[in-house]
């Protein structure tokens, strides 16, 4: 049972440029998350999903896509990367059928922006 | 002013110590989190609750509903405890949504 698999873990980009980043998950999970760490804030949500085909903005939405077409994936997508999108994520996922459940993450990726 | 609020943000113990993490909140909640993010590693789930007080080794976490307030506990602590401890809550209204206090980071030193 791999949990929440996220790739890559380390990435760096120019300015401009576009990438993906991976998530997926192996535990049937609904919920599904994007967040971003920053050095003296909290996780903040970039954006979710509630259940294959249904996607929603979270607090920090600008710059980042995201779609789910199957239940174990969950891809991040920076359309033109940005310096100030230089940040650790997170993605997370978590069963809502069952109420409050554990939350699980993935091992993060550290993305710089130059 | 932030829904979740950590103290202390930095905390330096020697091993052995008896630690203790606060976190209020200010909303109504179905579920309060405490994670453990070690330096450069993914974070990790300890404990998930919604009333009352669970305890796993060495780690105990308490919540007072109506104080809107949770401790997290570490006895006899250890170098291998230093890490960075989040505290995060499920509002009533907002569903399987997280929201996440700054963290706090432990060192225990030898």
């Known amino acids: 049972n791999a949990g929440v698999t996220q790739t890559p873990k380390f990435q760096v980009l120019k300015t401009g440029q576009s990438m993906t980043l991976q998530c997926a998950q192996d535990?049937?999970?609904?919920?599904m998350s994007w967040y971003r760490q920053d050095p003296g804030m909290g996780l903040r949500l970039i954006h979710y999903?509630?259940?294959?085909?249904?996607?929603d903005q979270g607090e920090v939405p600008n710059g980042y896509n995201v779609s789910r077409s199957t239940t174990e994936d969950f891809p991040l997508r920076l359309l033109s990367a940005a310096p100030s999108q230089t940040s650790v994520y997170f993605c997370?996922?978590?069963?809502?059928?069952?109420?409050?459940?554990?939350?699980?993450f993935g091992q993060g990726t550290r993305l710089t922006v130059v | 002013k932030n829904e979740v609020e950590q103290s202390p943000q930095n905390l330096t113990a020697q091993e052995g110590e008896f630690i203790t993490i606060n976190c209020s909140y200010s909303?109504?909640?179905?579920?309060l989190h405490w994670l453990q993010q070690h330096p450069g590693g993914g974070i990790v789930s300890l404990f998930m609750?919604?009333?009352g007080k669970k305890k796993h080794g060495r780690l105990i976490a308490t919540i007072n509903i109506q104080e809107k307030h949770s401790s997290l506990h570490i006895t006899a602590s250890h170098p291998r405890d230093s890490a960075v401890y989040i505290c995060?809550?499920?509002?009533?209204?907002?569903?399987?949504?997280?929201?996440f206090g700054e963290g706090t980071q432990l060192t225990v030193n030898p």
């Open positions: 997370a996922s978590s069963d809502t059928l069952l109420g409050n459940t554990e939350a699980f």
């Open positions: 535990m049937n999970h609904e919920y």
């Open positions: 999903s509630v259940g294959a085909g249904i996607t």
């Open positions: 909303v109504g909640i179905s579920a």
């Open positions: 609750l919604s009333s």
């Open positions: 995060a809550v499920r509002s009533e209204t907002s569903g399987s949504r997280l929201t």
